[in-house]
């Protein structure tokens, strides 16, 4: 009775614990574009802010992130954890420490459950349970997180075409670069909020004095999508020959508008494949439930009446 108690109250613990640490991780910034600024601001301290950190282990967050690179491999996992929250458009300092909580608890909860699930049969099969578990609580959340990169990529993808097609209009109007990527941000806030703030991100790191390839180059790595590449080159490249931004601008738009266009029709193609399955599993049986058992119902009568007739 008592240890049902104390597990209980463990569980409840727990995932309260993992609810917090996901409504904080995946909550709405309330100034996102404030805090990007404070980042850029302390860029030419990270560095230096990581080495105290490793000698002195602060407090709070930075030092439970301390304690974690410690671990075999664990130096490297919260390094590519971080970059994919920034690739999935996560960028709050703190995310790194909330996600990895949040993968901490759930995997104990899960290896908890396996035990009090195989309390009574303390065999081999307990430990297979709890790799079992350990596996699925660090693969699961980082299956959830490559997802929500994906969207984000998408995200951006989508409105890569409208967007650089407004940025060449507005160069057009004679206006530099930094203004219209400024004012391009302004009118996509709300139709395309990712890639307003990623525009609005590199204006400011050109203002706070960072070179504007090196802005367009982190832009690239903190994205990774192929087109935005080849944007970002063909801006860089157009500020150093001193050829019409503008003009360029307006053919690339063009070009991804056809890829758009392509994805759509590939996606259009792929379409008919994906619901065969759906069809084949659930439609199929009801069709023939719904045209068979209404004749079969009916010779079943028909035979009942003739053997009560003989």
Partial sequence: MLTGLLFFLLTGATLTVLIWAGMELFRPQGDPLGDRLD????????????????????SGLDRFLYLVSLVPGGEDWTRGTEKLLN??????????ALYTIFVILFTLSLAAGMVWLQRNNLSASLIGGLAAAGLIGFLLPKQILYRMVRRYRRKLQEALPDTVDLLGIVLGT??????????????????????????ATVVMQVRAGQERAVAFNQFVRRTGIEDIKSLAAMIIQSEKFGTSLAQA??????????????????????????????IVIFILPVLFVITLVPGLLSVLKDLKLLGAAR
Wanted: charge should be positive; proline fraction near 2%.
């Fill in 174 to 199: 004679g206006l530099a670069l930094d203004q219209s990527m400024t004012r391009v941000s302004e009118e996509m806030e709300y139709i395309y909020p990712e890639l307003a703030n990623e525009f």
């Fill in 249 to 278: 601008l307006k053919v690339y738009a063009d070009a991804l508008r056809t890829r758009r266009r392509l994805r759509a029709e590939a996606a259009v193609g792929k379409a008919s494949i994906k619901m065969l399955f759906p």
């Fill in 39 to 58: 980042g850029l601001q302390s860029q030419a301290m990270v560095v230096a802010a990581r080495a105290a950190r490793r000698k002195s282990a602060g």
């Fill in 87 to 96: 690739q999935a458009g996560v960028r709050r300092r703190s995310a790194l």
